[in-house]
C-alpha cells in the first residue's frame, strides 16, 4: 500500500493544483487507517503519515489568502492560515528515502507553490495602497526587571507556534504575539530591528550589508557594536551556554540560541526534519534560563523564510545593475533601472532595494 501510495503521489505532481488537492483528499480517506496499524508503529508507513499533513496543505491552500489590507491577510495567516507553511513542513520531515522524499515533494510543490505565488502577489498589492510600518514606528522589544530576551534567528510562525505548543505540554505558561519583520528580511537588517536597541540605530544610505548605522556615531553595526550598545542600554549580553546572573538589580539580559536560519542555509529542503530538533534545544535553552533564576524568557525574532521543495524559481538581476546582489534581495544602483519590483528600507524608507516578483 505505501508503493501505490508513493505513485499515486509522484503523479500527483503532473497534475492541476485543484485536481491535486482533491486527490490527495481521497488518498487521505484511503490511507489515514493505516496510521494505527501496527505497521505504523513500526516505522513502515512514512508515507500515509505524511499524507495527513498533505491533506492539511490541500485545505489550506483551497483559496488564497484573502484580505484587503497588508493587517487584515496577516491577521487571516496568524489565526489559521500558517498552517499551510506547516503542512508542508511537517509531510516533508516525514520521509527519509530518496523515493519517499521526490514522491511527497511532487505533492507540496504542485499545491503548495501556486497557493505561495498567489498569496504573495496579493500581498504585493495590498502594500501599493498601505506599506509595511518602518521601524521607527514600531515598538520596540523591551525588557522588564527579570526578564531575559532569548534571540532566535529564523524562527518563523508556524515553528514559533510549535514551540507555544511544546512549552504548554510541559507545563510552563507561555503566551505569544507577532509583528512586522524589517525589510528586507535578512538578520542584518532584521535583527536589530528586533531588539531593544532599535532606537539607538539609524539608518543613513543602504549599504551592501544592509546593515543601519549607530545613531551616535553613524558607524556601520557590527556584532561588537551591537553588544556594546546592549550593554550600555543595561543588558547582561549572555552567552548561548551560560546563565547571566538574574539577582542583580535590575537585571535584564540578552542572549542568542537556535540555527534555524543557519540550518536552512545549509541543508536547504534537509532542514525539514531538523525542526523538531532545533525546537528541542531551544526549549531546553528556555529551561535552563528559568531555573537560573529568570522570572521570564522573552523569545524573539526576526523574520521568516520559505522552503519549498525543489527550490523557489528564480528571477535574473543582472550584476552591473546592483551594488550587491543577495538571494532574497539585492541594494541597486542610484542610477539604475530594474525590471523588478523595489521596496523602502526599514531603517530609511528612501533607500530602495530590489526584491523578486513572487
Known amino acids: 500500500m505505501e508503493n501505490v501510495l508513493r505513485a499515486a503521489l509522484v503523479e500527483i505532481g503532473s497534475l492541476k493544483p485543484t485536481e491535486a488537492r482533491q486527490r490527495l483528499e481521497q488518498l487521505e480517506t484511503e490511507h489515514s487507517p493505516r496510521r494505527k496499524w501496527v505497521w505504523a508503529r513500526l516505522g513502515k508507513c512514512p508515507l500515509a503519515n505524511a499524507l495527513e499533513h498533505l491533506a492539511m496543505l490541500a485545505k489550506r491552500t483551497a483559496s488564497t489568502l484573502g484580505g484587503d489590507s497588508a493587517d487584515a491577510m496577516a491577521k487571516l495567516y496568524t489565526e489559521g492560515a500558517y498552517l499551510a507553511d506547516e503542512g508542508a513542513m511537517r509531510a516533508a520531515a516525514c520521509v527519509k528515502a530518496a523515493e519517499d522524499t521526490t514522491a511527497v515533494q511532487a505533492a507540496v510543490r504542485c499545491v503548495y507553490l501556486p497557493w505561495l505565488d498567489d ?7 495590498c502594500l501599493l495602497t498601505k506599506s509595511l510600518p518602518i521601524v521607527a514606528q514600531q515598538e520596540s522589544v523591551r525588557a522588564e526587571e527579570g ?17 507555544v505548543a511544546m512549552a504548554a505540554e510541559r507545563h510552563i505558561e507561555v503566551s505569544s504575539c507577532w509583528r512586522w519583520a524589517a525589510l528586507p528580511t535578512v538578520t542584518a537588517t532584521a535583527k536589530p530591528a528586533a531588539s531593544p536597541v532599535a532606537g539607538k540605530l539609524r539608518g543613513n544610505r ?10 551616535d556615531s553613524g558607524a556601520s553595526l557590527t556584532t561588537d557594536r551591537f553588544r556594546k550598545l546592549l550593554s550600555a542600554e543595561g543588558f547582561q549580553v549572555i552567552g548561548s551556554t551560560e546563565m547571566g546572573d538574574a539577582r542583580t538589580k535590575n537585571a535584564r539580559g540578552w542572549t542568542e540560541y537556535g540555527e534555524f536560519d543557519k540550518l536552512g542555509h545549509t541543508l536547504q ?34 523574520h521568516g523564510w520559505l ?18 546582489r543577495w538571494s532574497r534581495c539585492a541594494s541597486i544602483k542610484d542610477s539604475s533601472h530594474v ?20
Not at 522552503?307 to 550587491?324: D, F, I, N, R
Not at 530609511?348 to 532595494?353: I, Y
Open 119 to 125: 498569496t504573495a502577489r496579493h500581498f504585493q498589492n
Open 147 to 163: 526578564v531575559c530576551i532569548l534571540f532566535a534567528d529564523g524562527l518563523r510562525f508556524d515553528v514559533g507556534q510549535r514551540l
Open 206 to 215: 543602504l549599504e551592501s550589508d544592509f546593515c543601519p548605522e549607530t545613531a
Open 269 to 302: 529542503g534537509k532542514l525539514a526534519a531538523r525542526i523538531e530538533d532545533q525546537l528541542e534545544l531551544l526549549l531546553e535553552r528556555v529551561q535552563g534560563l528559568l531555573e537560573g533564576g529568570w522570572k521570564r524568557v522573552r523569545v524573539v525574532t526576526d
Open 307 to 324: 522552503l519549498v521543495p525543489g527550490g523557489m524559481p528564480k528571477v535574473q538581476l543582472p550584476k552591473y545593475l546592483a551594488e550587491s
Open 339 to 358: 525590471e523588478v519590483p523595489i521596496a523602502g528600507w526599514s531603517w530609511n524608507p528612501q533607500e530602495r532595494f530590489a526584491y523578486r516578483s513572487n
